[in-house]
């Protein structure tokens, strides 16, 4: 997946730092997305995967208008629900940009969204 860093992607945007480049929680959630994709073949109808885990290394910063694209490779097996994917990014130039870690866990859909609690419970 490619994604090209806009104005909105920016630390300063997202109020994770000060700088007008790449902030790291778009970086993961980009990362993120593509466990969501290579966990697809992972899942059965009805069910789905949910983040758990996050051990991520942001390497190298990336300005506005330069482009990432972020990789990620599925687990050669699987043992039990628990998914781990090694995910890095690349800028244009070839450079790493991050490397590490998403956990996610394979869960039924229907049972998961059951098992949270209700807004209105909590008041």
Request: net charge negative; proline share 7%.
């Amino acid at each position: 997946m490619f994604h090209q860093v806009t104005d909105a992607d920016t630390a300063v945007a997202v109020g994770s730092g000060d700088v007008p480049v790449l902030a790291t929680p778009k970086l993961i959630a980009w990362l993120e997305a593509a466990t969501v994709e290579a966990a697809a073949p992972f899942t059965e109808p009805g069910r789905t995967t949910v983040g758990t885990a996050i051990r991520i290394e942001h390497l190298r910063a990336t300005p506005v208008g330069g482009r990432v694209e972020v990789f990620a490779e599925p687990p050669s097996s699987v043992a039990g629900r628990r998914l781990t994917f090694s995910v890095r990014a690349v800028d244009d130039s070839g450079r790493l940009v991050a490397t590490g870690e998403i956990d996610r866990e394979i869960v039924g859909r229907q049972r998961f969204l059951a098992s949270l609690p209700h807004p209105a419970a909590d008041r």
